[in-house]
């Protein structure tokens, strides 16, 4: 595969992660507002969020800091989609 492929894998690869992180966090953020451990839902979120996260940005990256640059890219691109898909309406 060229060069230019797996950056873009990586490009893909990071969208996927961003998407995966980011909408857990709103996930959470809903569920915790009704729930009596609220703390424990954020604490085990977060772990769970983080790990798959770093798992995903090794084994996307494979340590190149291009497909490094791509995964980030495509990550802080995820969490714009995100926020913009799970934005509250006015007046709702």
């Known amino acids: 595969m060229s060069e230019i492929a797996r950056v873009l894998?990586?490009?893909?690869?990071?969208?996927?992660?961003g998407v995966f992180f980011f909408g857990g966090l709103w996930w959470t953020v809903r569920?915790?507002?009704s729930s009596p451990q609220a703390a424990?839902?954020?604490s085990g979120s977060f772990l769970a969020r983080t790990a798959v996260t770093l798992i995903g940005f090794y084994?996307?990256?494979?340590?190149?800091?291009?497909?490094?640059?791509?995964?980030?890219a495509g990550f802080l691109g995820a969490?714009?989609?995100?926020?913009r898909f799970t934005r509250v309406k006015e007046g709702a």
């Open 9 to 17: 894998a990586a490009i893909l690869a990071g969208m996927l992660i």
């Open 59 to 72: 084994f996307a990256a494979e340590g190149d800091w291009r497909r490094t640059a791509g995964c980030m």
């Open 40 to 42: 424990l839902w954020f």
């Open 31 to 33: 569920k915790t507002l």
């Open 79 to 83: 969490r714009r989609f995100v926020m």
